[in-house]
């Protein structure tokens, strides 16, 4: 049976890569995905109703399967609705919860052992101050932005005075000396693709990204990171230091930069997810009950 699949796809991201490419693939397979995106949307947990920003109305309950890249607040309802009805979500709502926040990520990717760029949460950037001063250079990162806005590198303790810091935390990692390179390491399943791509900062932006294959020890490097959130499609950004690989931050459904039939690869393990998963089929589901956010 072709399993009918919808993407939650918050706006922003209508216009990247992924899950685009990924979708056309869908497509030339036979298969006719709905695209969900929250922004002007609104959603009825009884009925299981979404309805878009033109009107257009869809049943959670008819899909069997429902793939997010989103972190808009409605779409994630909308994953937590879909878990209720026994439907199958990629990533899933607590999955995508963890990575979304910055500062709940880096807690538990050091609590997991996992080899990290050392990292700080603080109130504010003026609780930073008192850091030693071999923390700097310093990377300053907002705990709930992706594709790198608001980043800030604070080169010296006292350029933390200047520093007007709009949100109630901030993460702050210390930028460890590396080639000028950042180390996307991309996860489909149990499949590791890896690219080297320009470091924001410090690395040459006409330079082209370089896909590479990754040895074993990056292999098992992203697939435990997956493992800590319980991720299906995700990145794992790291950087290569004088003492090893150490991991940056952990992503959900990213855009797989430069991987050779990225959208294949995706394609094929949602229907190879959806052809294991185990539920009722549609049309004979209920409607869910209450559910926690």
């Known amino acids: ?60 309950n008819n899909y069997d399967v429902i793939v997010a890249r989103c972190r808009d607040a409605l779409g994630l309802a909308l994953l937590a609705y879909a878990e209720t009805a026994g439907i199958l979500t990629i990533n899933s709502r607590s999955a995508t919860e963890q990575v979304r926040s910055k500062a709940a990520m880096a807690v538990a990717l050091e609590r997991a052992g996992v080899p990290c760029a050392p990292t700080v949460l603080a109130s504010d950037a003026a609780a930073l101050g008192d850091l030693a001063e071999d923390w700097f250079p310093l990377l300053l990162k907002p705990t709930l932005r992706d594709n790198g806005h608001r980043l800030q590198l604070i080169c ?63 292999v098992d490097l992203a697939l435990r990171c997956g493992r800590v959130f319980g991720l299906d499609i995700y990145g794992v950004d790291a950087i290569e230091t004088a003492d090893g690989v150490a991991v940056l931050e952990v992503n959900e459904f990213p855009n797989f930069t430069a991987v050779p039939d990225a959208a294949g690869e995706i394609a094929d393990f949602i229907l190879a997810r959806a052809d294991t998963w185990d539920v009722m089929p549609v049309g004979t589901r209920g409607h869910s009950g209450a559910f926690a956010f």
């Open 156 to 218: 010296r303790r006292d350029d933390l005075r200047d520093v007007h810091w709009p949100e109630q935390l901030v993460l702050a990692q210390r930028y460890l000396p590396h080639d000028g390179f950042d180390l996307k390491l991309y996860v489909c399943g149990d499949r590791v693709f890896a690219t080297r791509k320009p470091s924001p900062f410090d690395g040459d932006p006409a330079a082209a990204p370089q896909p590479l294959r990754p040895e074993p020890g990056l």
């Open 1 to 60: 049976m072709t399993p009918r699949v919808a993407f939650i796809v918050d706006g922003r991201y209508l216009r990247q890569e992924m899950p685009g490419a990924a979708i056309r693939r869908l497509q030339a397979k036979g298969l006719e995905p709905d695209v969900l995106c929250p922004q002007g949307a609104r959603f009825d947990p009884v009925s299981g109703t979404f309805v878009s920003g033109s009107d257009a109305r869809s049943d959670l």
